[in-house]
């Protein structure tokens, strides 16, 4: 199985700060990476897909990069409803895995 | 409207059984995968298993912690996917979220609400 590493687990920020986030591959996934953010109770939404794709109604501060092994999603200036977790997802090979998740917090 | 409606959660014992439905609507269904997640409380997500549309053969995949118990279906007829789950385990507690895989970017990109099963004696 392909495990997925994010890092931080968890980031503290302030609105208006540029933060980014870290996904590793355990093997290569060329660009089957996707991103979800989730929020308290709620379902997980799509970000981004095939590592960079941003996923349409999703705010163009939101960016993902990356290919093979190392990715990574970066939000440019922070709003206050970015505030929660965010998941690497990759789906290159069965089992489709996810990462452990960063929780983004305010500081 | 894309919508996902799972449905059928609830407390079970360990050992039984118990079968989760995902009612869709606001697009053509049956040419779409699907797909099963789940998050057991305060936990990460976890890739439960996925059905392939019928031009795709309708096969399935799961994960290794549930292949051999569970099993997903669909009828494209009704719009619905499902979730059999037997032999459940205490590890089994979670939020289970159906998914509309997208073949194009091979992603989750319309998440249910989810429905909490809850296998305790």
């Known amino acids: 199985d392909i495990q997925m590493t994010q890092s931080p687990s968890t980031l503290s920020a302030s609105v208006g700060d540029r933060v980014t986030i870290t996904c590793r591959a355990s093997?290569?996934?060329?660009?089957?990476l996707a991103w979800y953010q989730q929020k308290p109770g709620k379902a997980p939404k799509l970000l981004i897909y095939?590592?960079?794709s941003l996923e349409s109604g999703v705010p163009s501060r939101f960016s993902g990069s990356g290919s093979g092994t190392e990715f990574t999603l970066t939000i440019s200036s922070l709003q206050p409803d970015d505030f929660a977790t965010y998941y690497c997802?990759?789906?290159?090979?069965?089992?489709?895995?996810f990462g452990q998740g960063t929780r983004l917090e305010i500081k | 409207e894309v919508q996902l409606v799972e449905s059928g959660g609830g407390l079970v014992q360990p050992g039984r059984s118990l079968r989760l439905s995902c009612t869709a609507s606001?697009?053509?269904?049956?040419?779409?995968?699907m797909s099963w997640v789940r998050q057991a409380p305060g936990k990460g997500l976890e890739w439960v298993g996925f059905?392939?549309?019928?031009?795709?053969?309708?096969?399935?995949e799961y994960a290794a912690s549930v292949k051999g118990r569970f099993t997903i279906s669909r009828d494209d007829s009704k719009s619905i996917a499902y979730l059999q789950m037997n032999s459940l385990k205490t590890e089994d507690t979670a939020v289970y979220y159906c998914?509309?895989?997208?073949?194009?970017?091979?992603?989750?990109?319309?998440w249910g609400q989810g429905t909490l099963v809850t296998v305790s004696s």
């Open positions: 093997q290569s996934i060329s660009s089957w």
């Open positions: 997802q990759q789906y290159n090979s069965y089992p489709i895995t």
């Open positions: 059905i392939r549309s019928k031009a795709y053969g309708g096969t399935t």
């Open positions: 095939k590592a960079s």
């Open positions: 606001g697009f053509t269904f049956g040419d779409y995968a």
């Open positions: 998914t509309r895989q997208n073949y194009g970017s091979g992603s989750s990109d319309y």
